[in-house]
C-alpha cells in the first residue's frame, strides 16, 4: 500500500514549486518531477529492550541554520563533515554535529543555565560547574532539584530536549528539475514526537544484547568499508532481528568485533539496505568550530545525562557507551517505536 501510495503521488503531483537543498544550500526553489521518497524509515525492527523495538530513520539528523529546517540525510552514509565547521545561526548549509540537548526547546524561566539551547550552539564557556557546566540540556526537573534520574524523559516537559520530540523533520525526496538534473527538495513533514533518540540503556540493548536467526552472538553489528560508485564510506552496519545471511546470499560478516572490518561492495550493499541494515557513518566530532576524526570515530548521541558537564555517547565502533562533553558536537541518528 505505501509503495502504491508514492506511486500516486509520482502521478498526481508531477510538477510542483518546492524549497530544496542542493551542494550544501537550503533558499532555492523550481519546478521539478517527484521522483522517490527518501523519507520512509527503515522498515525492520531492532530490539532496545526485552519488550520493545524499533525502526531506524534514513539517515543521520541533519539542520539548515538560516532556514530552521531539520532534514534526515538522504543517504544513510552522508555525512557533512569538515563544512560543520561553518555552524552560526545564519549559515546557509547543512550541519550534523549537534551539541546535547539542543533541540530548541528551552525552560529559562526556572533554569537559568539553559541558554545553549539551540542547534547552531557552539560555545563551550564554562558557566556554573554545579548545574549545567556548559548550558547544554536541562540542569534541573520540574521541582528545581538537580537533575538526578540520568534520563531526558524523567518528565514530559524534559523530553522536549530531544531533537525528534520536539522538532518536525522535514522529508526529502530525490527530485529531476527541468534541466534533467536531480537534486533534493522538501515534501511533507514528520510532525514533533514522530522520532526520538535513543537512551544510553537502549543503545547498550542494541549493540549488546540481541538475538539473531542462526547467529549465537548477541552483538549484531560490524564495522564496515562500503564502497559504491568509488566512494569508500566508513561506519558500523547494525543487522536487524530479523537478518539471515545464508538466506541473503551475502558473505557472513564477524559480528561484534572491533578489530574485524567488512568490505562492502555496492550489490552486497543493496541488498542489505533492502533486508533492513542500518549504516552508522563515522561523522568525526566538532569542538566549538573545529572538527575533527572524520572517517575515524563514531560517537551517537543518546538522551542520557552523566554529569552537569558531560552526557552519555555510544560508540558504534565497539558497542561501549562513553561520557562526552556536553557541548561537543556529535551525530544523532533518530528512531520511532515500533508498534
Not at 500516486?8 to 514549486?17: E, G, K, R
Not at 556554573?128 to 524523559?153: E, F, H, K, M, R
Request: net charge negative; with cysteine.
Amino acid at each position: 500500500m505505501k509503495r502504491f501510495f508514492l506511486s500516486l503521488l509520482v502521478v498526481l503531483v508531477s510538477y510542483n514549486t518546492f524549497l530544496f537543498a542542493q551542494d550544501g544550500a537550503c533558499d532555492q526553489t523550481f519546478t521539478a518531477a517527484i521522483k522517490f521518497d527518501f523519507s520512509r524509515p527503515v522498515e525492520h525492527k531492532f530490539s532496545v529492550s526485552e519488550s520493545k523495538a524499533v525502526y531506524f530513520s534514513p539517515g543521520n539528523l541533519m539542520y539548515c541554520p538560516q532556514e530552521a529546517i531539520w532534514y534526515f540525510a538522504i543517504n544513510q552514509y552522508d555525512l557533512i563533515g569538515s563544512d560543520n565547521a561553518n555552524i552560526s545561526s545564519s549559515y546557509a548549509g547543512k550541519i550534523d554535529l549537534f551539541g546535547w540537548g539542543t533541540s530548541g526547546f528551552t525552560r529559562t524561566d526556572i533554569d537559568e543555565f539553559d541558554f545553549n539551547s539551540k542547534p547552531y550552539c557552539f560555545d563551550t564557556s564554562r558557566v556554573s560547574q554545579t548545574y549545567n557546566y556548559y548550558a547544554y540540556g536541562p540542569s534541573y526537573d520540574q521541582t528545581n532539584t538537580v537533575l538526578g534520574d540520568g534520563n531526558i524523559y524523567g518528565d514530559e516537559t524534559r523530553k522536549l530536549y530531544d531533537w525528534g520530540q520536539y522538532n518536525a523533520i522535514s522529508k526529502i525526496a530525490l527530485v529531476v528539475n527541468k534541466y534533467g538534473r536531480e537534486v533534493q527538495k522538501d515534501t511533507t513533514i514528520d510532525f514533533l514526537g514522530t522520532w526520538r533518540t535513543l537512551t544510553a540503556e537502549e543503545w547498550t540493548y542494541l549493540m549488546n544484547n540481541r538475538s539473531m536467526p542462526n547467529e549465537s552472538t548477541t552483538k549484531l553489528w560490524a564495522p564496515a568499508n562500503v564502497t559504491l560508485d568509488g566512494t569508500t564510506y566508513k561506519g558500523t552496519l547494525l543487522f536487524p532481528d530479523d537478518f539471515v545471511f545464508e538466506k541473503l546470499g551475502v558473505q557472513h560478516f564477524t559480528l561484534g568485533n572491533s578489530s574485524s572490518t567488512a568490505t562492502v561492495d555496492q550489490t552486497m550493499w543493496e541488498i542489505m539496505e533492502d533486508a533492513g541494515v542500518v549504516f552508522l557513518p563515522y561523522t568525526g566530532n566538532r569542538v566549538e568550530q573545529t572538527v575533527s576524526n572524520v572517517g575515524t570515530q563514531g560517537y551517537y548521541w543518546s538522551t542520557s545525562v552523566t554529569s552537569a558537564k558531560q552526557a552519555k555517547a555510544m560508540n558504534v565502533q565497539t558497542g561501549a557507551i562513553v561520557n562526552v562533553e556536553r557541548g561537543y558536537g556529535y551525530p544523532v541518528r533518530l528512531v520511532r517505536d515500533a508498534e
